[in-house]
């Protein structure tokens, strides 16, 4: 947790001066610490001269509220929510995902306006926000801030049903999507199987939005490769609420490839982290298997003690390009799994049914025959039945 949040904060450009690790027994509810360790905390900061104060938690407004009012106006007090959505909004790159971060970050910063939160009160800008930050202005902040929140929302509703419409384009299509904690590697796979040039940066959500591509695995079925955002421990209730239409990727897939950092010392906790994010996305019961990446980064012993725990795992190295043909054939393997294997038999005179057969079926073999060709062909039952009704049309 510890080595996770210095990585949070060192992705937001905050350098980390000091740690203090505090046994809590139990939640203090107006401060989340005791008044007194949160002053001995405090004091401590301004000694270091530190501008912010970091709690690797989830702390009520209340409990921020008055936290800050004992930092007063040298120090602001960030919690792991606030970490993470700061980080969202600086990697948001689309105007999808901007709308997403904008709309997660007004709603957490909503309940958390206090006069001492000055630096919120520029970020508004526009009529009204000018002034001293008293209760008033706090009143005025919070009137923009949920009037701004419902325009997001109405703008998002409306992508969400442009993205339906594409879905329905694409139902005859195979969809797969790559799933797993963040900086696992999910957009180096997704540039190795597709040909896709998705930004790739050995840092924390380097990548917010969604990116679905053509999987070429040379048959017929047409297959749709979609890489989302990364997961994380805790991520904040505001942004998975926010990415829904994002997230909404994985929750229409066939396939779902939960991509691990196999060289990742907390591996355990990712795993677990990804199997509680994809239930609460309610996509347990979409077929799944674990991607093991960086293989490179560990050694044999390591591998085979994965495979133990793991039996039915694909191992690979991105950076290598080890594992990369496995993967691919168990992609096939389970496409196909459902397909029917069948033998037409087309006259001369009826051969421009052939091209049909060709884009539509993965054809097994071809005999040209004195009065007819015979064409042995693989496929989803729903097709071969189409091409054999258009084969007995009568023309």
Not at 70 to 82: H, K, S, V, Y
Not at 125 to 145: C, S, V, Y
Not at 218 to 231: A, E, M, P, R, Y
Request: charge should be positive; aromatic fraction near 6%.
């Amino acid at each position: 947790d510890l080595k996770e949040i210095e990585l949070l904060s060192d992705t937001l450009g905050i350098k980390i001066i000091d740690i203090n690790i505090h046994n809590l027994k139990t939640i203090h509810p107006s401060t989340f610490i005791s008044k007194n360790k949160a002053e001995e905390i405090i004091n401590k900061a301004k000694l270091l001269n530190c501008n912010n104060i970091i709690i690797n938690d989830d702390i009520s407004p209340a409990q921020m509220k008055n936290l800050q009012n004992i930092a007063g106006f040298d120090i602001r007090i960030l919690d792991r929510t606030g970490i993470i959505i700061d980080i969202f909004n600086i990697h948001a790159k689309s105007n999808e995902s901007k709308k997403q971060v904008e709309l997660a970050k007004l709603e957490y910063m909503l309940p958390r306006l206090t006069r001492q939160w000055t630096h919120l009160e520029r970020q508004m800008g526009g009529t009204g926000t000018r002034g001293g930050p008293g209760e008033k202005q706090i009143e005025i902040d919070r009137r923009l801030i949920r009037k701004e929140i419902d325009k997001l929302k109405k703008d998002l509703s409306k992508i969400s049903q442009s993205r339906k419409v594409q879905k329905r384009r694409r139902d005859e299509a195979v969809c797969i999507s790559l799933a797993g904690y963040t900086n696992a590697g999910k957009s180096s796979l997704m540039n190795l199987l597709t040909g896709a040039e998705v930004y790739i940066q050995d840092e924390l959500f380097a990548t917010l939005d969604s990116t679905t591509k053509i999987f070429d695995l040379n048959i017929s079925q047409k297959v749709l490769l979609s890489d989302t955002v990364g997961f994380i421990q805790k991520l904040p209730a505001e942004l998975v609420a926010s990415f829904q239409t994002t997230l909404s990727d994985i929750k229409t897939s066939n396939l779902i490839l939960k991509v691990i950092d196999s060289s990742h010392e907390n591996l355990s906790m990712h795993i677990e982290t990804i199997e509680k994010t994809l239930d609460d996305l309610d996509c347990t019961k979409i077929e799944s298997i674990f991607i093991f990446n960086k293989i490179d980064l560990i050694d044999s012993e390591q591998i085979k003690v994965l495979l133990k725990r793991y039996p039915e795992s694909i191992f690979i190295s991105c950076k290598d390009s080890i594992g990369i043909a496995n993967l691919i054939e168990y992609v096939k393997k389970i496409i196909r799994r459902d397909y029917i294997r069948k033998t037409f038999k087309i006259s001369y005179d009826n051969l421009n049914k052939i091209n049909e057969i060709y884009k539509m079926l993965d054809v097994v073999e071809r005999k040209d025959k004195e009065k007819y060709i015979e064409i042995v062909v693989e496929g989803r039952r729903e097709k071969i039945n189409w091409i054999k009704s258009l084969i007995n049309k009568k023309t």
